[in-house]
Structure formats: structure tokens, C-alpha cells
């Protein structure tokens, strides 16, 4: 049974940083697409950062140079690397997989609603 599973949210101050975690259990297939999503309180989830198997990464434009995805196959987790933070990322945040490629969906990221896999969550708070 595919799951997986976020660590590491935790409260910050702003202009500080922090390292999220999100292992994947189960899962035994190479192709996929993983995203980062954050859903602030009364939020829809929106997606953060996402990277697929075939090596190519995409940022929401309020995160570009502050967030870093990567992913370290031989244990089978994916990172969020966040720094200048700001309040307004303060939200739950979930990882998330669709067994899909960015490369196999024609060269276009899954939508939203494709992701078929869902952490629990983890909440991180920024404080100004």
C-alpha cells in the first residue's frame, strides 16, 4: 500500500528557515510526479513545488528562489527546502504523488485533482 509520510514542519521566525520531509512507502513504480501542497487555514490546498521521475522540477511564482524541491532516491524521500520565509507561508503542508511523469503526461505537469497519493500533512507556522 502506497503512503506517504511528512516530517519536519515546525514554527520559524520569519526571514528564517526550514527542511521538510516526505518519505513514500510502497510505492514500486519509476514513474511519478511528486508535489509539495499547502493549504492555509479556510484554503483550498495549492501546490507549492513539484518534481517528476524524469528529473524536471516547477515552483509557484510566490516561491521561486526561496524553495527548493529535491529528492533522494535511495531512501525514497522527497525535501522542501525553505528559506525567507514569510507569515504567509504559514499553512499545512502535504506531499503528494500521481504515478505519472511530467515527460509521460505530454510534457505537462498532472493537474491537482490527478494526485492520487496524500501525506497527513505537516503544519508549519512563520511568525514575523
Known amino acids: 500500500q502506497e503512503q506517504l509520510a511528512e516530517s519536519g514542519g515546525v514554527s520559524a521566525q520569519a526571514g528564517g528557515s526550514l527542511s521538510l520531509s516526505c518519505t513514500v512507502s510502497?510505492?514500486?513504480?519509476?514513474?511519478?510526479?511528486i508535489t509539495w501542497f499547502r493549504q492555509p487555514p479556510g484554503n483550498e490546498p495549492e501546490g507549492v513545488a513539484s518534481?517528476?521521475?524524469?528529473?524536471?522540477?516547477c515552483y509557484a511564482d510566490d516561491v521561486k528562489g526561496r524553495f527548493t524541491i529535491s529528492k533522494e532516491n535511495c531512501k525514497n524521500t522527497l525535501y522542501l527546502i525553505m528559506s525567507s520565509l514569510k507569515p504567509e507561508d504559514s499553512a499545512m503542508y502535504y506531499c503528494?504523488?500521481?504515478?505519472?511523469?511530467?515527460?509521460?503526461?505530454?510534457?505537462?505537469?498532472?493537474?491537482?485533482?490527478?494526485?492520487?497519493?496524500w501525506g497527513q500533512g505537516t503544519q508549519v507556522t512563520v511568525s514575523s
Open positions: 518534481i517528476s521521475s524524469d528529473g524536471s522540477t
Open positions: 503528494a504523488l500521481v504515478p505519472q511523469s511530467r515527460h509521460e503526461n505530454g510534457g505537462v505537469w498532472p493537474s491537482d485533482s490527478d494526485y492520487k497519493y
Open positions: 510502497g510505492y514500486t513504480y519509476s514513474s511519478y510526479s
